[in-house]
């Protein structure tokens, strides 16, 4: 056989390969669930982790009064497993931080973004919490 009889009889083969590979990579990002399966319950203490992490604040005193959401799981993009908001002032301006939870610890906080939804939340007050020993 020559090169061209055989590149005829392999360009169906290839084509074939190439469109399956694509076409399963691609199928899976729809069906992905914008949330991961249940935990089970999260850490009832998160309050106290939240507030223990907040003393680590350079610029502690310059927040207003801290207010934080209920606790819920993460998405997609978030990292963590759980995590809760925290409403405050900044120079008189109302701010969002979100506190990111894995393994009943504080693994990240950052000012809010939108994937995070802490606009939309519910909060109540921070309580204060005892300096750990």
């Given at each position: ?9 392999l ?14 990579c ?12 249940s ?6 203490d ?28 993460t998405?997609l ?8 908001c ?19 610890r ?6 809010a973004?939108?994937?995070?939804g ?16």
């Open positions: 056989m020559s090169f061209g009889e055989w590149s005829k009889l360009r169906p083969c290839i084509g074939t390969v190439v469109a399956a590979v694509l076409g399963g691609s199928s899976t990002f729809f069906i992905l669930p914008d949330t991961p399966t935990l089970g319950p999260g850490p009832a998160y309050q106290a982790l939240v507030a223990n992490n907040l003393r680590e604040l350079k610029d502690r005193t310059s927040l207003g009064p801290l207010e934080i959401s209920p606790l819920r799981q998405r993009a978030q990292p963590g497993d759980w995590f809760a925290v409403r405050t002032t900044v120079q008189e301006q109302l701010t969002h931080f979100a506190f990111f939870i894995r393994e009943g504080v693994i990240e906080r950052r000012q973004v939108l994937v995070d802490c606009a939309q939340e519910q909060f109540q007050p921070l309580p204060e919490q005892p300096r750990p020993l």
